[in-house]
């Protein structure tokens, strides 16, 4: 199993283009998650799906959508990309532990930069 | 609206315990604490989580209190490679939210 995979790993942007970061999870989880971490910050939440069809914004979700067309995938486009924008991007997905409660699994990242 | 409290950094000696606390007074009655750590850049890893009894795992104990209020991350044995930030989370409206976390700085 790959577990979370997300493409691409480094991306330069300019401000005003538009793009899309891809993510796939091999473990047929339901719940998948976008999360956006500042230098010498933690994590925020950005959107979230709890299944396939189906998305809910998160803390940050001003100049972001998202896509769940199927179950392994969930994507995050910036339509006209901001320097504030400029971050690592982490897709994640979750299960039921066996002992209850979810249990989160994390790509590797994307490290973003506009200009 | 912070959902958990922890201090910004701590230190520790190698071969020591680090214990690291968290503080989550509005926890709801069914609602885990969970913890993960993240070394550098990479994706936050995860550690260890409960609901109100004590747990242990091969990585570390997790010490709940009665009230649900706070709890504390034990590495037992800390080593070079457990110097993270640590992360004490609990879930709102099925979504995890992480904090600022604890940059745990483990010392030779």
């Known amino acids: 199993n790959a577990g979370v995979t997300q493409t691409p790993k480094f991306q330069v942007l300019k401000t005003g283009q538009s793009m899309t970061l891809q993510c796939a999870q091999d473990?047929?989880?339901?719940?998948m998650y976008w999360y956006r971490q500042d230098p010498g910050m933690g994590l925020r939440l950005i959107y979230y799906?709890?299944?396939?069809?189906?998305?809910d914004k998160g803390e940050v979700p001003n100049g972001y959508n998202v896509s769940r067309l199927n179950k392994r995938e969930f994507s995050l486009r910036l339509e006209s990309a901001a320097p504030s924008q400029t971050s690592v991007y982490f897709c994640?997905?979750?299960?039921?532990?066996?002992?209850?409660?979810?249990?989160?699994?994390f790509g590797s990242g994307t490290q973003l930069s506009v200009l | 609206d912070a959902k958990t409290t922890q201090p910004t950094s701590m230190d520790c000696a190698e071969g020591r315990a680090a214990n690291l606390p968290c503080n989550h007074s509005?926890?709801?009655?069914?609602?885990?604490v969970y913890w993960y750590r993240q070394i550098h850049s990479q994706g936050p890893q995860y550690i260890i989580h409960?609901?109100?009894n004590n747990e242990t795992n091969e990585m570390a104990s997790l010490i709940i209190t009665e009230d649900r209020k706070s709890s504390t991350l034990i590495l037992p044995h800390a080593t070079l490679r457990d110097t993270a930030v640590y992360y004490c989370?609990?879930?709102?409206?099925?979504?995890?939210?992480f904090g600022s976390g604890t940059k745990l700085n483990v010392k030779p």
């Open positions: 994640a997905s979750s299960v039921r532990g066996r002992t209850g409660g979810e249990k989160l699994f």
């Open positions: 473990m047929n989880h339901n719940s």
């Open positions: 799906s709890a299944s396939e069809g189906t998305t």
């Open positions: 509005t926890i709801s009655g069914n609602e885990y």
């Open positions: 409960g609901l109100k």
């Open positions: 989370i609990v879930r709102l409206f099925n979504k995890f939210y």
